[in-house]
Every structure is written in structure tokens, then in C-alpha cells.
């Protein structure tokens, strides 16, 4: 199984640019995550969806945008990148906690971004 | 609001020994689940543990284990006989049910350093 896959993993952005950063999973989860993680920080919650057609925001949802219009995938997307944004992304799944079981997020390995 | 409190940003434990690794937590809803995270200096999340708050023993995971204390809203992590391969960032996790199930908070971290 591949689990959660991210791409890319780096990218160096100009000040104004616009990119997607593209999250997908095959564990079938109904429930997927953005986060973004400064350095020497612990992980802040940008959107999350807990199915296709469903997102709501984080902590941190300002200058991003997502979508869900499948349960694979799930992205990302930053119009007029500024150096705020610099950081590591992180998109994780988890299993709908009321289908029983740990709710385990499942992580993906991190897009590393930088914006000049 | 859901909180997470890590208050060591720095630990050292000698190699064979167990540590202790403190997180705190608010919130105002029932139903809960706790987390730990291992983070190594290559980026990945890999998750150790899981503590749901109507579970009534401690979880336990190998060398990991759960210290729950309930009315103290704390969740400690310990890390029985450390080896030097746990060395990383530990994080603490919240996700809460209901209504507001999907929204997970982390804490800032603790940096463990095993010493030989």
C-alpha cells in the first residue's frame, strides 16, 4: 500500500506565484487533513474533510483553498504565495472515528515549501 | 477551545532509562482522543499511541505507555528503557468527537535527546 502520498516534495516559490500541492490516499479514509508545521513547531490544522464534497477550516486556513471532490484525493491550494507561507506541508487520512477502531492519522511525507 | 500543552521543549534521558514526556490538555467535550507522535530529524509523522477518553486503562504500546490522568486533563507519555534511536521531536495530539470531529490540535513539541 502506498498509504498517504504527497507531491511534489520541494518547491521554491516567487512572492505572487500560485501552485496546488497535491495530497492522495488508498486506504479508502473518509477523513483527510492539511497541516502546516514551522520550524522548531508542532503541527497547526489549515482544512480538513471528512468526505468528498465536504471541507471545513482550521486553525490556519487563511491564503489556502481545498477541494474533495473524490475520497482520494484531497488539494491544496495557495493563490499569491507570500513568505508567510513558507513551511512544511503535511496531508494526513484518518477512519471515520464512528466506524469504530483507533483514529489513527496517517501521514504523509511533507512538502517543504519556500517562498521568496 | 481545544488545547494542548507540552511544557519540556528539551528532555535528555541515558540510554536503558525511562522518561517521561508531559502534555496537558482542554477541552469541554466528553469525547476525545489523545496522541503521540514521533517525529525523527528525517520529517516523517510516525504515530505511537492512542488514549480515548472513555477508555479506562492506560494504553500501552511496546516500550510506550500512556499515563492518563483524567481529572488532571494531563496525558504523559513514558518511554520505558530509551534507546538511541528515540531520539526526535515527540508530539502530543488532540481530536475531539461530536461535532467538532475532523479539527485536531498538536502541541509545540518536546525534543528528546538519548545520551549513550
Known amino acids: 500500500n502506498a498509504g498517504v502520498t504527497q507531491t511534489p516534495k520541494f518547491r521554491i516559490l516567487k512572492i505572487g506565484q500560485s501552485m496546488t500541492l497535491q495530497c492522495t490516499q488508498d486506504m479508502n479514509h473518509n477523513y483527510m487533513y492539511w497541516y502546516r508545521q514551522d520550524p522548531g513547531m508542532g503541527l497547526k490544522l489549515i482544512y480538513y474533510?471528512?468526505?468528498?464534497?465536504?471541507?471545513d477550516k482550521g486553525e490556519v486556513p487563511n491564503g489556502y483553498n481545498v477541494s474533495r471532490s473524490t475520497t482520494e484525493d484531497f488539494p491544496l491550494r495557495l493563490e499569491l504565495a507570500a513568505p508567510s507561507q513558507t513551511s512544511v506541508y503535511f496531508c494526513?487520512?484518518?477512519?471515520?472515528?464512528?466506524?469504530?477502531?483507533?483514529?489513527?492519522?496517517?501521514f504523509g511525507p511533507g512538502t517543504r515549501l519556500t517562498v521568496l | 477551545a481545544q488545547k494542548i500543552t507540552q511544557t519540556q521543549p528539551g528532555m535528555f534521558v541515558q540510554e536503558k532509562e525511562a522518561v517521561t514526556l508531559d502534555c496537558t490538555y482542554d477541552t469541554s467535550d466528553p469525547s476525545y482522543g489523545l496522541f503521540w507522535y514521533k517525529q525523527p530529524s528525517s520529517g516523517e509523522m510516525i504515530f505511537l499511541i492512542y488514549?480515548?477518553?472513555?477508555?479506562?486503562q492506560n494504553a500501552t504500546e511496546g516500550r510506550y505507555s500512556l499515563n492518563f490522568q483524567k481529572a488532571r486533563k494531563s496525558a504523559n507519555l513514558v518511554i520505558s528503557a530509551s534507546q538511541l534511536g528515540d531520539s526526535a521531536m515527540y508530539f502530543c495530539a488532540m481530536r475531539e468527537g461530536g461535532t467538532n470531529a475532523g479539527k485536531s490540535t498538536f502541541g509545540d513539541g518536546t525534543t528528546l535527546t538519548v545520551k549513550p
Open positions: 474533510s471528512v468526505g468528498a464534497g465536504i471541507t
Open positions: 494526513a487520512s484518518s477512519q471515520d472515528m464512528a466506524a469504530g477502531g483507533v483514529d489513527t492519522q496517517y
Open positions: 488514549q480515548g477518553s472513555y477508555d479506562q
